[in-house]
């Protein structure tokens, strides 16, 4: 495991314990919806045909690779089920990474800045195990 996906682990740990709740599927597309403006605006591109729980974010040049070919986009991810998001390369048997933020406005600019720096290869390859 590298540092990076490690601190994200720690610090999902902490929020999935004490957020876990249950969310209906009109949040679940206000979330979404929050996600992809905050995406927007920062200058990431959401790719179209995104299903609600699902948001497909085009790679930058400097993203990890991901996928057969390296060249896979990003996935986040968002359940009525569960208390975080996720993040993992749009590929078969990809690694998924928790996300800890809240279920507001505020977490879904929180998880687009973090996918902002995984996009921009900030972080170095987070989905290295």
């Known amino acids: 495991m590298n540092l990076p996906s490690g601190v994200l682990d720690v610090v999902a740990d902490r929020y999935t ?16 919806q929050e996600l992809v403006a905050a995406l927007t605006e920062i200058g990431l ?5 995104t299903r609600k729980h699902m948001i ?14 390296g060249d896979a986009n990003l996935i986040v991810g968002i359940y009525s089920n569960r208390a975080g998001w996720n993040l993992s390369a749009n590929a078969d048997g990809a690694t998924v ?18 996918v902002r720096s995984v996009a921009h ?8 195990r």
């Open 121 to 128: 290869g900030e972080l170095g390859n987070v989905f290295r």
């Open 56 to 69: 497909t974010v085009e790679r930058c040049p400097q993203t990890p690779p991901g996928g057969r070919r």
């Open 97 to 114: 990474l928790s996300i800890a933020a809240p279920a507001t406005t505020t977490g879904a600019a929180e998880v687009a800045a973090l």
């Open 45 to 49: 591109t959401v790719l179209p045909g």
């Open 17 to 32: 314990r004490s957020l876990a709740t249950e969310r209906t599927g009109g949040e679940v597309t206000a979330l979404a």
